[in-house]
């Protein structure tokens, strides 16, 4: 038996016995023999039988050692490799506490809180989450999670087609290139016609007229994928203009300066959550944040936790406004969402609670502050260019003279992730440069020496 | 305290929960009795804070200094102020609230709770993996690429199939990643089909993902034995079907026989056979998707692969294909090139990604070390105690439970309280309700929709024959004892049955619609909250 599998000999055929066979295999008997596998030991070579082609187990210390040389081979952001690359993940402080409490085996061996009644844990603290998304927000109603920015922008994508019943959505270009090609990925199955709206000097340039119709929504990202500030409120009056939804991409460390996005007139805000406690991952688990006003509640895809009482008038929680989801309405649901990220978003629901409204505005402010410091030092660099003319707050793009991928390998060697090489839509030798709270004056000089050094 | 009022007083203010004070005081032992626990607005006091950051040494502009005036917002925005002890006790205390797997047995059919090594936890939390940029270049990812590369060809050979995406963050994520395959390949022989077969007995989301990807959702009947019907299959079977979706074990818990038959008739009309893994814990080692003829998998790592269920996730939904798919899947990819060096590949003809990054990377490297760590003799052993003690359980509920189709099952067994409630007025609720009371988490109820009444037992390989004889043993006594007093269980948890109805009915999203929908002791309406108190009361009830 596997490591995790409590039966012992007696007790296997004790049970086989109960329920009248002689054998594990009899188990299996509904399945037709000739889609079989063969039990027990691998053969050593060439056996009629065939065998899952895979080692046998390996003990915890021996699991342990692999996974470690495998984490050994990577080079992880830290001392040795200082980052200043964002595009959508940020190096941002995680505090001990955080990670401690919201780790506990209550929060992590949980599932979906289908009786609310041993899940007011999980219930409470969603319902915590969805609180706070909603203030830094700005709007009436956010969910307990989706899976990621990306996914989130998709999901958004089905809700403003489907309040508006109109099949075409004007896409910023300054809305994550990643999180755009997700939204084609998926537009191919909902038939939606997808019209990127080019950005002029770091902001988005809203056209008269695109596409084949008039807009359900405008999307457009607070700051851009370039590190730009948008300006919201007109992107408010151009929807309007067209009788469209605003949908707003926003940050939730920015949000600790800028106005929230539903105080700017956002119908759906969506957002990605990493930078609220979660590490950089390779890029998952992540958090999508997802919030709306009132008005649109009935078509938010994904968990809702509300409010009630029990049966004798004490307060607690649970999940509604179920029948928007695919469990109950199959075929008719407008959104597939099962199993979310719950344990991300109890993460940020801690990270939130730790910053609170001092925390959260100091994050923005030292992000700013280091990212102020690291675009002005490197722009002293001769041949380093600002890529566009614009405001920006925890992250910027620059030109460099060289090719962005040749800096980034040679700036690994002298100890930097230098930050990401733009797509070649955003104008060419492009890198997107963020500094978080985490950079330091020290760490910042030294980015910029070397990099002066990788491009002379 | 005083009487000053703060906008972070408004906004956290402090009625309701009995005993909540302001400063993090909660009479809430959770420990001793039914107290609420307070909301941690409710344990805010303005000024205390937990933050700390680093010395930067930085010049100290303002904010002012660093935001256009149009951009900066006048205030921050208004969030709980705690300190870090207070953090610790409320979200520990919540914690006492909740029920999980390492508390004791969660046989929650279909989701397949098993025990989550912590082992694998400790992967999850290596720096070296957890540390890693998305973004960096791959000559810096290579551990990372490498154990993507192995965890993928690993799970093809459990499955039987040629090729994988690893992007999908979640089983529902997987299945319409499936379905855009689908569409991508009969697009590429220039068909244009419509149709997509699924059960009656299949899970939502199938329907939503059919849906989603632009397809019509086709049900076929299952037959009495809780199969599908081959003939009811064969009548819907036409050049417009684009695929069938299929779980097997079905949500009965019960093997397709006939699925090499199924197979063969969908194919013959050019279709294609989607598997979805939810109950793949059930055939590891024992069979694979993949000699059944399905074209395409998707697998819940959070299920089969014992990825912890995190609250409601992250998971994690790979998709396998046979090799006629593979050159449509999501990239980029990653790969092992011809000289052993690891990188990203585009597929020649993907359908584009389906994830802003990689997928759910951590969630993956928990399942390489659990899979790693079983190896192929212990998958194998997985799935026959999964089988076994759902086998178990099912013959030790009969005569207390009716069991619509009592024959050998799978992983899972499905029963029913239909004649409880016809006798004895206890409905499937009420058993699970019940069940909370003897300290268990209840199964799956009234799934699948086709059994009336349905109670969806999945005990997982992970609980011991005892802790299967315990959940047995409570379940008989609850069917023996049910009364109609059965109504008003749990009385022992944390709450008392709670009112799902009021809740959809008076909607309270967030604290702040409550601070608005219940009377305050304050005038004005907390900040960042207006717009939506003004339209909650607008539309009253909803």
Redesign the interface.
Known sequence: MGHYVPHTEPELAEMLAFVGLSSLDELFDTIPEALRLAAGPRPRAGGAERHLDLADGLSEPDTRHELARLAGRNAACGPDLVCFAGGGAYDHEIPTAVTSVAFRSEYVTAYTPYQPEVAQGVLQALFEYQTMVSRITGLAVANASLYDGATACVEAANLVVAAKRRPTIWLSQGLNPRWRETMSTFAVGTGHELVTVDLVDGRTAWPDAAGSGEPAALFVAQPNYLGGLEDVAEARRVADAHGALLVVAFDPVAAGLLHTPGSLGADVVVGEGQPLGTPLSLGGPYLGLFATTLELVRRLPGRLVGETVDAEGTRAYVTTLRTREQDIRRERASSNVCTNQTLIAVVAALQMAWLGTTGLRELAVRCARATRHTRETILAIEGVEPLADVATLREFAVRLPVEPATVIDRMAEEGFLAGIALEEEYGERGLLVAATERRTRAEIDAYAAALEKVVR | MTDVTTD?EV?NGAS??RGAKPGGRATSIPLMG?D??P???EL?S??????????????????EE???AD???PA???????S?RD??A???R??????????GA?P?GS?T?????K?C???AS????????????A??????L??LVALGE?LC??TGMHDITLQP?????G??TG??LM??WHEAQGRQRTKVIIPDSA???N????????YE?VTVKSDERGCVSLAALQEVLDEDVAGIMLTNPNTLG??E?E??EIAAAVHEVGGLLYYDGANLNA?L????PG??GFDIVHM?L?KTF?V????????AGPVAVSPRLAPYL?GPKPVRGADGVYGWAQPERS?????????????L?RA??Y????????????A??A???A??I???LRGSYDIPFD??C?HECVVSATTLKKTKGVKALDV??RL?EEGF??P?VY?PLIVDEALMIEPT?????QTVAALAEALVRIADGASPADA?A?RV????????A???R?????????QEATPSPSPSPPS??E???E??KA?GS?
């Not at chain 2, 937990?50 to 502009?61: C, I």
């Not at chain 2, 919540?94 to 508390?103: C, G, M, P």
């Not at chain 2, 709770?113 to 090594?117: L, Q, T």
């Not at chain 2, 290596?126 to 270049?137: F, K």
Request: charged letters at 20%.
């Open positions: 972070s906004a309701g929960a039914h609420e626990e909301t941690i607005f805010s303005p000024g205390r804070r937990a933050w700390s950051f680093r010395t930067q040494d930085l010049p100290e502009w303002s904010a660093l935001v256009p951009q900066l917002a921050p925005v208004v969030l709980a102020e705690v870090e953090l610790v409320h979200y520990t919540l914690s006492h609230r909740q029920y999980a797997v390492d508390l969660y929650l989701c709770m098993k025990y989550n090594p082992v936890d400790e992967a290596l720096p070296g993996l957890a540390d890693v940029h998305p973004a960096a270049p000559h810096l990812t290579q551990g990372w490498e154990l690993g050979e459990v963050p979640a089983g529902a994520a299945e319409l379905l855009l569409r991508a899970h939502g989301t329907p939503a993902s059919v849906t989603l990807g632009g959702t019960l093997f026989e699925i090499a055939i080692g024992v069979t694979r000699d059944m819940n959070h014992a912890p269920h995190g609250g409601g996730g992250p998971g999501p359908i584009g990604r389906v994830h802003g990054w990689h997928g759910n990377a951590l969630a490297a390489y070390a899979l790693i760590a079983n190896g192929g003799d212990g998958l194998r052993s997985i026959e105690a089988v076994l003690n086998n178990w099912r013959h030790a024959r050998p799978m699970a309700k909370l988490h209840s799956t799934f390989e992970t609980e011991s024959p008003e749990p948890n944390a709450v008392r049955r709670v009112d799902e009021r809740a959809a008076q909607l309270v999203p967030t604290f702040d619609a409550r960042g909250a717009q939506g108190a339209e909650l539309v909803i």
